[in-house]
Nanobody
Framework: QVQLVESGGGLVQAGDSLRLSCAASGSTFSGYTMGWFRQAPGKERDFVARIYWMSENTHYADSVSGRFTISRDNAKKMLYLQMNNLKPEDTAVYYC???????????????WGQGTQVTVSS
């Protein structure tokens, strides 16, 4: 069992950067695959990025590749999402999630945070 709490969201302008954080508590953090998802208003929740417990292996959605960077600090039980060159279409509630699987589907992730709002104005 793991509990996840996101922070770092806010209102920014297009082209700005933002760093999201996700604090994990409960069970061992290092064994989990961690991911970020987002849900825009009126849309389904979509995959953003995933990182294995060995941080060298990451995967990104095409829409954020080259702009977003996922990272983790297992010792601090923290997950991060550095978001650069933000666009209005990045506006969404961002969720962190934990999984014992290696996929990128929502159903692969058993534990979810409550989400943090990111709003990008044009």
């Amino acid at each position: 069992q793991v509990q996840l709490v996101e922070s770092g969201g806010g209102l920014v302008q297009a082209g700005d950067s933002l760093r999201l954080s996700c604090a994990a508590s409960g069970s061992t953090f290092s064994g989990y695959t961690m991911g970020w998802f987002r849900q825009a208003p009126g849309k389904e929740r979509d995959f953003v990025a995933r990182i294995y417990w060995m941080s060298e292996n990451t995967h990104y959605a095409d829409s954020v590749s080259g702009r977003f960077t996922i990272s983790r600090d297992n010792a601090k039980k923290m997950l991060y999402l550095q978001m650069n060159n933000l666009k209005p279409e990045d506006t969404a509630v961002y969720y962190c999630a934990a999984s014992f699987k290696n996929g990128i589907l929502q159903t692969d992730f058993a534990y979810w945070g409550q989400g943090t709002q990111v709003t990008v104005s044009s």
